[in-house]
């Protein structure tokens, strides 16, 4: 079987790095799955929705000249049907961003929040990602601004 841009195909992912996964193919090719290609959901730790060994579907969606093939796991399955608003529904259409914040998005489970039931390391560990994420923020704000200047 020959691959081509289009066709689905089995495969066993042999790697994963912080960008994508790759993944052994038929006939002994390989491809990657970029991490934008894994889900249909935002995907922070591609580690979260692959391990290494697990067998998955895969859609060839580019093949370059060097011979490199990528690959998308969300375009393999199949689309879920979108939900048409019937005829004369029940008040105003809601703006776009706020159709998109009523959306539940998938999030890994995090610890119980109630300082009186969690340990010390478990508040250390709630503090630091907290810190770590607003210095990030700064950080980001910061570059942004700055970002048309060079300094010398």
Avoid at 108 to 128: G, H, I, V
């Amino acid at each position: 079987m020959d691959l081509a841009v289009g066709s689905i195909v089995e495969g066993k992912v042999t790697g994963i790095t912080k960008f994508g996964a790759f993944v052994a193919l038929p006939e002994g090719k390989s491809g990657m799955v970029h991490i934008s290609e894994v889900a249909a959901t935002f995907v922070n730790d591609i580690k979260d929705f692959l391990q290494e060994g697990q067998e998955v579907k895969v859609k060839v969606i580019n093949i370059d000249q060097t011979g490199r093939i990528n690959l998308s796991i969300k375009k393999a399955q199949p689309r879920e049907p979108r939900q048409e608003r019937a005829m004369g529904g029940s008040g105003p259409r809601q703006p776009r961003f706020q159709q998109r914040s009523a959306a539940p998005r998938a999030r890994a489970p995090q610890a119980p929040r109630d300082p009186a039931t969690m340990s010390f390391e478990d508040k250390l560990k709630a503090f630091m990602s907290d810190s770590e994420s607003r210095q990030a923020d700064v950080r980001h704000a910061a570059d942004r601004k700055n970002g048309s200047r060079r300094r010398r």
